[in-house]
């Protein structure tokens, strides 16, 4: 069984920043694409950052330039660094993985974690 383990998240000041990290577990033969997720309140779950196989990063503009998408595939991981954090980027922030295990290819996704930003 496969399963994602985000840490990270928090509250900080406006300006500050936080590291997000997300691990995968279980019988995983590989792994695809690599990205993170957020949903702010009243909002629609969008896309923040991935990163695929070939090193290729996607950002969405919202955080060109203030935030780093980072994989480990030896350590199954994948970690969001967020530096000059605004208010606008409190939410609840989901890991995604596209993972090839025993029985299939599926997307699965991590548990939530709360990025509060104050200002």
């Known amino acids: 069984q496969v399963q994602l383990a985000v840490s990270g998240g928090g509250t900080v000041q406006s300006g500050g920043s936080l590291r997000l990290s997300c691990r995968a577990s279980g019988n995983i033969f590989g792994i695809g694409a690599m990205a993170w997720f957020r949903q702010a309140p009243g909002k629609e779950r969008e896309l923040v950052a991935r990163?695929?196989?070939?090193?290729?990063?996607h950002y969405a503009d919202s955080v060109k330039g203030r935030f780093t998408i980072s994989r480990d595939n030896a350590k199954k991981t994948v970690t969001l660094q967020m530096n000059s954090l605004s208010s606008e980027d409190t939410a609840i922030y989901f890991c995604?993985?596209?993972?090839?295990?025993?029985?299939?290819?599926?997307?699965?996704w991590g548990q939530g974690t709360q990025v509060n930003v104050s200002s």
């Open positions: 990163s695929d196989t070939t090193g290729l990063v």
């Open positions: 995604n993985m596209i993972i090839r295990s025993t029985a299939d290819i599926m997307i699965y």
